[in-house]
């Protein structure tokens, strides 16, 4: 049964990525597609966070304690998925600049270093909350 729950949303989000790849093959819009696709991950997200918190709720003292740790364990992935999204977006516009920077000026590498470095270590310091908030449980 616990397979059977779980399959469940992975079936979903994988039929809805076919379907959405069949729409743009036949024609429909990119914007739509992708729409849809943000549309039905939300969904299955909010099943899947709601279901465990209305089944444990028969059992009072379970529900807290299940509840708190499954919302602390999504608090230390969100830290770390977003501060991980947030640093690959801070690279992804320092690296090329500071290559350019020292393909024309050899002397500025160690300047260009340092802002691709700062922008690394906005996804450490998510890393380091997600470390914070799992030690606490």
């Given at each position: 049964?616990?397979?059977?729950?779980l399959?469940?949303?992975?079936?979903?989000?994988?039929?809805?990525?076919?379907?959405?790849?069949?729409?743009?093959?036949?024609?429909?819009?990119?914007?739509?597609?992708?729409?849809?696709?943000?549309?039905?991950f939300?969904?299955?997200?909010?099943?899947?966070?709601?279901?465990?918190?209305?089944?444990?709720?028969?059992?009072?003292?379970?529900?807290?304690?299940?509840?708190?740790?499954?919302?602390?364990?999504?608090?230390?992935?969100?830290?770390?998925?977003?501060?991980?999204?947030?640093?690959?977006?801070?690279?992804?516009?320092?690296?090329?600049?500071?290559?350019?920077?020292t393909?024309?000026?050899?002397?500025?590498?160690?300047?260009?270093?340092?802002?691709?470095?700062?922008?690394?270590?906005?996804?450490?310091?998510?890393?380091?909350?997600s470390?914070?908030?799992?030690?606490?449980?």
């Open positions: 049964m616990e397979f059977v729950l399959a469940v949303p992975v079936v979903f989000l994988v039929g809805s990525i076919l379907l959405a790849y069949k729409a743009v093959k036949s024609g429909a819009k990119r914007k739509t597609a992708v729409f849809t696709q943000i549309a039905s939300c969904i299955v997200g909010l099943v899947c966070l709601i279901i465990p918190m209305t089944v444990s709720a028969a059992d009072t003292t379970a529900a807290v304690d299940s509840t708190a740790n499954g919302l602390g364990m999504l608090a230390a992935a969100l830290a770390t998925g977003i501060s991980g999204i947030g640093g690959g977006i801070a690279v992804a516009g320092a690296a090329p600049a500071a290559i350019g920077a393909s024309e000026d050899p002397k500025a590498f160690g300047k260009s270093l340092i802002f691709v470095a700062l922008g690394e270590g906005v996804a450490l310091y998510g890393l380091l909350v470390i914070l908030i799992l030690n606490k449980f």
